[in-house]
């Protein structure tokens, strides 16, 4: 019941459910950004994991090296 009331005032006034005042303005250097950012957010955590996992295969290929020159 706590849930709905919140619901129902948003859907009875759509103007303050659009809180976030650059969503809705669709102008080209605002579409730009979303884009970029969404390009980086997206790629940011990919690069991420490949970044660890490189450097693991890396010291792992560093480690037998050693142990074959042991």
């Known amino acids: ?3 709905l009331v919140p619901a129902l005032v948003l859907l009875a006034s759509p ?3 659009q809180a976030c005042a650059v969503c809705f303005s669709a ?3 605002n579409r730009g950004a979303f884009i ?3 390009a980086f957010l997206t790629l940011l955590p990919l690069m ?3 970044s ?3 450097y693991v295969y ?3 290929q560093e480690l037998e090296g050693q ?3 042991a």
């Open 27 to 29: 102008t080209e250097s």
């Open 67 to 69: 142990e074959r020159e």
């Open 48 to 50: 991420m994991i490949g």
């Open 15 to 17: 103007r303050v459910a």
């Open 36 to 38: 970029g950012t969404t």
């Open 52 to 54: 660890v996992a490189y």
């Open 1 to 3: 019941m706590s849930r």
């Open 58 to 60: 890396r010291r792992v």
